[in-house]
């Protein structure tokens, strides 16, 4: 990067962390630290909500998943809205008028403690895998900027955020989440301009959007039923639904976002707004990927984009005969450009059968490219059996740091951090907040001052932070960081919404019979999921259902009979 690049990456991150530090001010008790004093405003609410969800992953990693699969992630998202109006009818007043810290002190008002202990421990599980995952993202991105070792990008980060996480609590974490989204907005917006920009003469929005569209990569909507797919419009309105619902209603690291609203209606109006404005956001965001692709069948992109691993093999004795390969992919690249610029010619004759001529031989074509591309990826295979061949994290970060101007690529890089941070932040925050209330002030130490209690939020904050950090030196191996992490989260969370679901509805059921039904739930998903019966985001429905019907089933077995009256 230049040297405009560092001053406005430097400039914006030190600007966002010492703003929320001194908008927060000083936390003096827990409801300060970990509710902002419960005083927040609608928007703030639903930006804090957004930039929660959407961390470095979402726009690091969502623009190469359309670049290589299209645009059919989005339907994970169709069940957001119809998630929302559920929540704000039943999660957010029933939490608001108890005044609860976390979700999970409900469960023990509810049920029972061993109950609310299982379904804190689940969720630190899950976030803190989660969020060391989300930590990893920029650090690819610094490491490969500075060329040097991911662990020091990572442990810079985590610093960073974990300082003015513990410093600011959630208030702080708020106020940054409210600049963060405003700047995030703006990047990617220029960002999207850029790349039309960008195109060839003659290749404007329109060609651009239809010619990757030929290649399949504008597939927004299946219709097709089949458990198998991933992302169809079933698995995503309900597969979606229950990941959405389960996301937003067990998590505390979303939960603690909204019980921060001054009132049930703040929250729910910020709750409304995240669900109407996700979505398209996550269009714009897929469909940079795409303008991306078609940007790339004009101008030659890398045969393989994660260049760390390029220079494995390069170095090794396969290199010989990856250069070559390399050749051989200019070629391809040649013959791809050459077709797709007959197929924009086509396109402007509108003539169906001189489309549909040029856009076999495009098919073909790309075909050829992406065979030798396959090629190369095995000799890395062959090279490090450990080699990850998933080069989407890469994709958009290469156009940024090649093809954009100066002052920009530190905005866009900027927008990446602040994302990582937003949702970092939130995590920890939530984290901290999860271990003090369920754990350390309900068994540890039940009866000890506010003062140990705020000190006990900001020691469990820096531990889940340090936590947190171990695990992002341990998350390079995992393949496309935005599809990992909602897998991941679809291990736990059918369990946990399930829980809930008989708390909130089924009345008559006990502590024992859903603490029960939770042990064999989360065992019967985490089986199907590492033997992959189902697509993963399956796993929250079934999770959710296996909880409602065994906690039925075992609490009709331990019920007690009325006595006899014969």
Same mark, same amino acid.
């Given at each position: ?6 001053i ?7 600007g966002?962390v010492?703003y929320?530090?001194?908008?927060s001010?000083?936390?003096?008790? &827990?409801?300060?630290? =970990?509710?902002? !004093?419960?005083?927040?405003r609608? /928007?703030? #609410?639903?930006?804090?909500?957004? $930039? ?17 699969d299209g645009m059919r ?8 809205p119809l998630?929302?109006?559920?929540l704000?009818?039943?999660?957010v ?21 061993k109950?609310r ?11 803190g895998?989660s969020?060391?995952i ?10 490969t900027i500075?060329d040097?070792?991911v &662990?020091y990008?990572? =442990?810079?980060? !985590?610093?960073?955020?974990?300082? /003015?996480t #513990?410093?600011?609590g959630t208030? $702080? ?5 409210l600049?963060?989204m405003?700047?995030?907005?703006l ?18 929005f329109t060609?651009?959007v ?9 597939n ?10 991933r992302?169809?419009?079933?698995s ?23 019980l921060?609203?001054s ?6 109006l910020?709750l409304?707004?995240n669900g109407l ?5 996550q269009?714009?965001i ?19 984009f ?6 494995q093999?390069k170095?090794?004795?396969y290199?010989?005969q990856?250069n070559?390969?390399e050749?051989?992919y200019?070629l391809?690249f040649?013959?791809r ?10 396109l402007?004759?509108?003539n169906e ?7 076999s031989?495009?098919?073909i ?10 090629q190369?990826?095995?000799l ?12 989407t994290n890469?994709?958009?970060?290469t156009?940024?740091t090649?093809?954009l101007?100066?002052g ?7 927008i ?5 941070m937003g949702?970092?932040a939130?995590?920890l925050?939530s ?6 209330v369920?754990?350390?002030k ?8 506010e003062?140990n209690y705020l ?7 820096v531990?889940w932070?340090l ?10 191996k ?6 990992y ?24 059921i006990?502590g024992?019979?859903?603490?029960i ?11 199907c ?7 993963y985001?399956?796993?929250?429905l079934?999770?959710c259902?296996l909880v ?6 075992i609490?009709l077995?331990?019920?007690?009979r009325p006595?006899?009256?014969?």
């Amino acid at each position: 990067m230049s040297l405009t690049d560092w001053i406005v990456l430097t400039v914006t991150l030190l600007g966002i962390v010492l703003y929320g530090v001194w908008k927060s001010g000083r936390s003096h008790n &827990v409801d300060q630290y =970990l509710m902002g !004093g419960r005083t927040l405003r609608w /928007y703030h #609410v639903g930006l804090s909500v957004m $930039a929660t969800q959407a961390s470095a992953i979402t726009f690091l990693s969502a623009p190469g998943q359309a670049y290589s699969d299209g645009m059919r992630f989005v339907q994970f998202y169709f069940g957001l809205p119809l998630a929302m109006i559920v929540l704000c009818i039943t999660f957010v007043p029933i939490f608001h008028r108890l005044k609860v810290f976390t979700a999970y002190e409900y469960l023990e008002q509810r049920f029972d403690l061993k109950t609310r202990v299982i379904t804190s421990i689940l969720f630190l599980v899950q976030r803190g895998l989660s969020t060391g995952i989300t930590i990893y993202a920029p650090s690819i991105i610094l490491s490969t900027i500075l060329d040097i070792n991911v &662990v020091y990008t990572t =442990l810079f980060i !985590g610093g960073l955020v974990i300082f /003015y996480t #513990v410093y600011g609590g959630t208030k $702080a974490v708020s106020y940054t989440q409210l600049l963060q989204m405003s700047i995030i907005f703006l990047g990617m917006f220029f960002a999207g301009v850029l790349v039309v920009h960008l195109l060839p003469n003659g290749v404007g929005f329109t060609h651009a959007v239809k010619l990757a569209g030929k290649l399949g990569r504008m597939n927004v909507i299946d219709w097709k039923f089949d458990p198998n797919n991933r992302y169809n419009i079933w698995s995503g309105l309900i597969g979606g639904f229950f990941l959405q619902l389960a996301y937003f209603g067990t998590d505390q690291s979303q939960v603690g976002r909204y019980l921060t609203g001054s009132s049930v209606g703040q929250s729910r109006l910020g709750l409304i707004m995240n669900g109407l404005v996700k979505i398209p956001m996550q269009f714009l965001i897929l469909l940079i990927g795409v303008l991306v692709f078609a940007f790339y069948m004009f101008n030659k992109p890398p045969m393989f984009f994660n260049q760390y691993e390029v220079n494995q093999v390069k170095h090794s004795a396969y290199g010989p005969q990856y250069n070559k390969l390399e050749g051989q992919y200019a070629l391809a690249f040649n013959e791809r450009k050459q077709k797709a610029e007959d197929l924009d010619a086509a396109l402007n004759t509108k003539n169906e059968l001189q489309i549909a001529k040029a856009k076999s031989a495009l098919k073909i074509a790309d075909t050829s490219a992406q065979y030798i591309r396959k090629q190369g990826i095995a000799l890395m295979k062959r090279n490090n059996g450990d080699a990850n061949g998933d080069d989407t994290n890469y994709v958009f970060l290469t156009f940024v740091t090649h093809y954009l101007p100066r002052g920009l690529i530190g905005l866009l890089i900027a927008i990446i951090f602040l994302a990582s941070m937003g949702s970092t932040a939130s995590a920890l925050s939530s984290l901290g907040s999860t271990s003090a209330v369920d754990i350390y002030k309900r068994i540890i130490n039940p009866t000890a001052s506010e003062k140990n209690y705020l000190n006990a939020s900001r020691l469990a904050t820096v531990f889940w932070g340090l936590v947190c950090v171990g695990m992002a030196l341990y998350a390079s191996k995992v393949g496309n960081l935005l599809e990992y992490v909602n897998q991941l989260g679809s291990y736990i969370y059918g369990t946990m919404l399930g829980i809930f679901v008989v708390a909130f509805y089924l009345k008559k059921i006990r502590g024992t019979a859903v603490f029960i039904a939770a042990i064999i739930s989360e065992t019967i998903i985490v089986a199907c999921g590492l033997f992959q019966v189902v697509a993963y985001l399956w796993l929250n429905l079934i999770g959710c259902a296996l909880v409602i019907l065994i906690a039925v089933a075992i609490n009709l077995l331990i019920e007690p009979r009325p006595a006899s009256t014969a």
